[in-house]
């Protein structure tokens, strides 16, 4: 009988906390679309013929978004690899050939962010899942979020270690270019 009186007692106290606390707040999380004219991603890394950029072309965006909660932010990038254009057109060719990112087998590289984490004012830190020839690596970086509550934008950037994407690790490229590739990334986008 004490048993059964401690249980009903301790599932009435639970039921009486959950009750003070109240139903959870939720964000007011809506779709956002990219504004690719206002945006960009790029890329840089160290060769023998100095630091090289590159720009990728074409790319799309799945954002959800709340302007009065951007820890809820949900972004998903899915670039097209081929769509590089290097600053030097001699090296497009190569950077998205075999021996690099290999475009044919792996033509889509891909951003998720799992975590937007506020600093200070507009100052965040994101982590992410980047996706690059099969292989997932999670990548944490600064980014600034300015939003007016109809239109934000999100500046940020990276480094990556090529090799552990396996990205030029067979033949002279490995020799040739830096392991650390640099990505900075910044999207325009507007409440749909």
């Not at 004490?2 to 606390?21: E, K, Q, T, W």
């Not at 799309?60 to 670039?79: H, I, M, Q, S, Y």
């Not at 998205?96 to 506020?118: A, K, V």
């Not at 040739?176 to 900075?184: A, K, S, Y």
């Amino acid at each position: 009988m004490i048993r059964r009186r401690s249980l009903s007692a301790l599932v009435l106290l639970a039921a009486a906390v959950a009750a003070l606390d109240g139903p959870p707040v939720l964000a007011q999380v809506s779709r956002w679309v990219a504004v690719p004219a206002q945006s960009s991603i790029t890329m840089r890394v160290a060769s023998p013929l100095g630091l090289r950029r590159g720009r990728f072309e074409r790319w799309n965006a799945d954002v959800r978004f709340d302007p009065e909660a951007p820890e809820t932010a949900r972004v998903a990038v899915t670039v097209e690899a081929a769509s590089l254009r290097m600053d030097n057109a001699a090296l497009t060719r190569p950077a998205i050939g075999p021996g690099l990112l290999d475009t044919e087998r792996f033509p889509d590289i891909r951003f998720q962010l799992t975590s937007l984490r506020r600093l200070d004012g507009e100052r965040f830190t994101a982590e992410a899942d980047v996706t690059m020839k099969g292989v997932t690596r999670p990548v944490s970086f600064p980014v600034t979020l300015r939003s007016d509550g109809r239109t934000a934008q999100m500046t940020g950037g990276f480094s990556l270690d090529r090799a552990a994407y396996g990205i030029g690790t067979q033949g002279t490229w490995n020799r040739l270019i830096g392991r650390q590739v640099r990505v900075d990334v910044s999207l325009a986008t507007r409440s749909a």
